[in-house]
């Protein structure tokens, strides 16, 4: 399934690739194409992933992302659909940033599905620009910004996106750090859907996923429906030794997904760091294929808790960062430890 040939978004990068394929592409390449609203990153001349702004979304996101062994790791649909996939959820497209409830507006459900009559309560997050790119023998950095708009047509907050993206030996790695500066007060009120999210490949989804109803934040049903699980492989474990479907609503520094497409097995990881706000993160981690981490939830995932309801007055700033790793193996508990130690050192 990893390797049917790729459609749109996928071939734009693989041609990005091809174009750098001399000498010139040698390590991490980060090449700003703001006419096709892109910014493409390949390895030693082989995709990596993109910074995808199209108009067919409703916030910015890294599409696709892809192992060192060129396995696809994201779901294609909504960006490129494949055959047997879900088409559940269209606003879970590759990796993003955002949040179901951002002063009463929802920025996380948000996608051209919603029905007209709603779309007063949703929220986009409009990619502003390229600040600037760099490349390097092992890594490679992109800065963007993008501004938080309400339904209402109202700017709240300013986002300056960074990334690194790292090569490793049979990894990649992307350290992803968001700032939001608040152009009015914004509350982010206790919510399951955020805050860094990914919709992984079919054979990520668990095998013990049978489909199912789930509510999103407005509380309207998404039925996802029963499908063949002999190619989902996919299986969760955090930091605290919580491993499948109970992952879901508990907390830990990173949650890992585990599973193989043919004779690969790969490892995704998300770790979180301890200068986030929220710490240790909720996993927001569902068999189905969404693997997200939400540290701005609580009463929504434990109900003796009380409601988080993280605050931003005007002109105040927080600053969220992750590390996602792509491992070309079976990653064991030992090594994401001593991943998330130094994660967590390089933060201070």
Known sequence: ????????????????????????????????????RRVDVTIDGRPFTSCIWPTSLKKPVLYPLITDEGIVVTRGFPLDPLPGERVDHPHHAGLWFNYGNANGFDFWNNSDAIKPENRA???????????????GPDSGELVVESTWITG?????????????????????????QVTLRALDRVVFKDDKEGVLGLRVARWLESPDEKGGVFMDANGKATKVSASDTKDATGVYLTSEGIKGPAVWSTRGRWCSLSGHTG????????????????YPTYWHARGYGLFAANPLGRAIFDSTKPAYNF??????????????????YLADADELNREADRFAAAGK
């Not at 734009?12 to 750098?20: D, Q, V």
């Not at 309560?121 to 490349?135: E, L, N, P, W, Y």
């Not at 047509?153 to 690194?164: A, G, H, K, N």
């Open 311 to 328: 605050t931003l007055e005007k002109n105040q700033a927080a600053t969220f960062r992750y590390r996602v790793v792509l491992y070309s």
């Open 121 to 135: 309560m949703m929220g986009t997050i409009a990619f502003k620009k390229v600040v600037s790119t760099k490349s």
């Open 152 to 176: 209402k047509d109202e700017s709240i907050l300013d986002q300056v996106t960074r990334c690194v993206f790292e090569r490793r030996s049979h990894a990649r790695v992307i350290d992803y």
């Open 1 to 36: 399934m990893s390797k049917v040939a790729p459609p749109r978004f996928i071939a734009a990068l693989l041609l990005a690739a091809l174009a750098l394929g001399t000498a010139s592409a040698q390590g991490v390449q980060v090449v700003a194409r703001e006419s096709d």
């Open 263 to 278: 004779s690969h097995p790969s490892t995704v990881v998300i770790f979180d760091n301890p200068e986030n706000p929220g």
